[in-house]
């Protein structure tokens, strides 16, 4: 079994703390022990299911769902690929612009996905919608910029360095794959159509967001 772990941007560093990405990512670990504690309950309640949705009800959850995760390794690994490509996205838009984008970004992929499925009474959870808008975001702001990352293949691993471009296409690609493979299944799994909308929007929007200010800065510190 081979796969991949991001570990950061290692073309450039953040020239302001990623207050509002910390922020994010302790939410996200809050409502996680939430969940443990409130179990099924609470995670029905405050999950995204489109069959409510669409009949209008319980609109809040495609906003709570975002911050929800089905198990320790859902969690883990989507703060883990948030921390790789949040940072300088953070820093090129400014703690607000990028908290609009992060959360506008999730609902546009929550959406995707529920009107992908819209009579499915399977609940929807999970931050991959938005940190899939961030990565649209990074690939048109820094396409060059290469991002650390653990390649493993069973129990052999090494660091290497591979462009943001090559990775996070690649990364869209499985995604543009896997829901074409899977458009017809109806039960839980991976919300592939979310993915692939919060990353349109932010590969879309990016632009919108950044401020140009920053970005200058960036560049005299490059």
């Known amino acids: 079994m081979g796969g991949m772990i991001p570990l950061g941007d290692a073309s450039r560093r953040p020239t302001h703390i990623s207050t509002v990405t910390i922020f994010i990512i302790l939410v996200n670990t809050f409502v996680f022990v939430q969940e443990l504690i409130g ?39 989507n703060m883990i690929f948030l921390w790789a490509f949040a940072p300088e996205i953070e820093d090129a838009m400014g703690p607000g612009r990028y908290l609009a984008f992060y959360i506008i970004g999730g609902l546009v992929a929550m959406m995707a996905q529920v009107a992908a499925s819209p009579h499915s009474t399977v609940p929807n959870l999970g931050a991959s919608g938005a940190i899939a808008a961030v990565m649209g975001a990074f690939l048109v702001t820094y396409p060059r910029d290469r991002i650390r990352a653990v390649l493993f293949l069973f129990v052999f691993f090494r660091v290497t360095f591979i462009p943001a471009a090559l990775l996070i296409g690649f990364w869209f690609l499985i ?48």
């Open 39 to 77: 179990g099924d309950a609470f995670v029905m309640n405050w999950s995204a299911i489109p069959d409510q949705i669409v009949s209008g009800h319980h609109l809040i959850t495609l906003l709570t769902a975002m911050f929800m995760h089905a198990s320790w390794s859902h969690i883990i690994g």
């Open 175 to 222: 995604q543009l794959f896997s829901a074409g493979t899977i458009a017809q299944v109806q039960t839980g799994g991976v919300a592939y159509l979310a993915h692939i909308g919060g990353f349109i929007f932010g590969a879309v929007t990016a632009r919108l967001f950044e401020d140009p200010r920053r970005l200058a800065l960036q560049r005299s510190v490059d």
